[in-house]
């Protein structure tokens, strides 16, 4: 009757197959040619598993690999987004300043305008009221020179009329002289013929 044990062997990277199979042929009473079979058996799974591994490792870093990759194009086009959303925002900025400058501009030269208009008209204003200032003062010149023409005209009148009342007494004066004398020598012919 052939008795049967089992047991188990632990692989490991970078475990050694020979120093195993020899352990374990050492613990199990294993002949040679078993060892060395086991020696190969052993070897073969690390091997396989060190190509499962190494591919794996493989897989995972070009997984890491696509990851970083896709991770680079999300960061680069996330940079692009923001530089162009940056980009955006100063054009707005900038569109922004110039409008208000161009506001700041209008609003001045309107500003330069109304002064400008206020001026004139003021000007405009002060001219009329110095027309209006000369215009009276030439009407009351003219007023006071008529006055003083229309008082030399009354005093030559009076004078005129003092002479005329003059003249007026005077020939009453000569017709009065003439009438007396007239009288007289009347009367002197009365007192001949008497």
Sequence with gaps: MIQCRTGKIGLHRGDDPKALAESF???YT????MKDSLVTKLQSLLDKYLEEEKNESTKVSKDKSKKAIKKKEKEVKEEEEAEEEEEAAEEKEEAAEEEEAA??????????????????????????AAEE???????????????????????????????EEAAEEEEAAEEEEAAEEEEVEYEEEEVEDA
């Design 103 to 128: 506001e700041e501009e209008e609003a001045a030269e309107e500003e330069a305008a109304e002064e400008e208009q206020a001026e004139e008209e003021e000007a405009a204003e002060e001219e009329e």
């Design 30 to 33: 294993l002949s040679s040619k």
């Design 133 to 163: 200032e000369a215009a009276e003062e030439e009407e009351a010149a003219e007023e006071e020179e008529a006055a003083e023409e229309e008082e030399e005209a009354a005093e030559e009148e009076e004078e005129a009329a003092e002479e």
């Design 25 to 27: 042929a050492k613990t």
